[in-house]
């Protein structure tokens, strides 16, 4: 079975997942991802172990709200490597994906759908954008959704609950160590934030925020990005406290996973959550996407609304002045991880999917 994965970009931190979808259907898959916008802040990976990759040429449109793509050579790739299944990123701003599904559908051959899942709409001309999405997201075979509220929204939009499959986001394997063993006393708490800096990450309310409580953390910054000159001339002048690591990835990250008492993620994105999760740590992030939802519970961290200043600040005083209840979600992190969220449950999924629209697909041909 040769399999087809179609994505507008390919980031370094999803080659992980690549390679081990490639080397489960033993190299009989294609990757076909171009190059994003220089300003997004992408870091872009390259060739595959465990398949093909065919870069595309990415013609980028607009901007923001309005922003479009369309891969050039996309039906070359097809032709090429002739998939039996083929994965799209189900996202309507992406203008080849129709094409892809025509050509797929010209063969009789079945092609899913991975996405975040459909928000609801609303406003003026509601109705009708809903309609607009639910033709588009019909044409799947089949959806994988990165979370349970992903799943939800697509069912609430009209797909099927059949064809709707769920693929918790993630970024790491299940880790084949033991958790760290941390002290249930320390002089200075550290507090961690992985990842690229830019405004949106909120990083400059986490300097404020640790200025503002009792105890008194470290802070540790570990990436890099266009907003590092303003943040660090914002912690020399609030909380001078604050160590600035620059870019690492992998095991260069180990260590400061490893050290840390508490993970914060204070703005947008959320996949280094995981990562930090494998090393037992507790977790406190801004509410998202709906992956945060998945990984961050009660049990092991902290869900706070977007935009909350002051949620941050009271929440970041009550972690940190309780360590053994630290210690204990940062154990619940890592049994969830473990046993729930990892890149080998991802791939699981992933496999599933792929088994179910080739044997409703085959069911299908049958009845023509």
Known sequence: MRLGLLQRVYPIYRRPFFERLGAALEGQFSLFAGQPRPQEGIRPATGLSHGHYFAARNLHLFWGPFYLCYQRNLLEWLRTWDPQVLIVEANPRY????????????????????????????????????????????????????????VEEYVAAGIPPARVFLAPNAVAPRPVFPPPQRPLTVEQPTVLFVGRLQARKRVDWLIRACAEVSPSPRLWIVGDGPERPHLEQLARRFYPQTEFFGEKHGAEL???????????????????????????????????????????????????????????????????????????????????????INLERMVEAFLQAIAWVQADRGTLSKSL
């Not at 092609?111 to 019909?138: D, I, K, M, Q, S």
């Open 95 to 150: 203008l080849s994906t129709n094409l892809a599904v025509r050509w797929m559908k010209e063969r009789r051959r079945p092609v899913l759908g991975w996405g975040l899942g459909a928000p609801a709409l609303a406003g003026p001309g509601a109705g009708w954008r809903r309609l607009g999405r639910l033709r588009f997201l019909e044409q799947f075979d089949g959806l994988i959704a990165y979370s349970r509220r992903g």
């Open 254 to 340: 180990a260590p400061y996973f490893a050290q840390a008492d508490l993970f914060v993620l204070p703005g947008t994105g959320g996949l280094a959550i995981q990562e930090a999760m494998s090393y037992a740590l507790p977790v406190l992030v801004a509410r998202g996407d709906g992956t945060q939802d998945d990984l961050v519970r009660p049990e092991n961290g902290w869900q706070i609304p977007p935009d909350d200043y002051p949620a941050l600040v009271t929440t970041l005083r009550a972690a940190l002045t309780d360590l053994p209840a630290l210690r204990r979600k940062g154990e619940a992190s890592y049994r969830i991880v473990s046993q729930e």
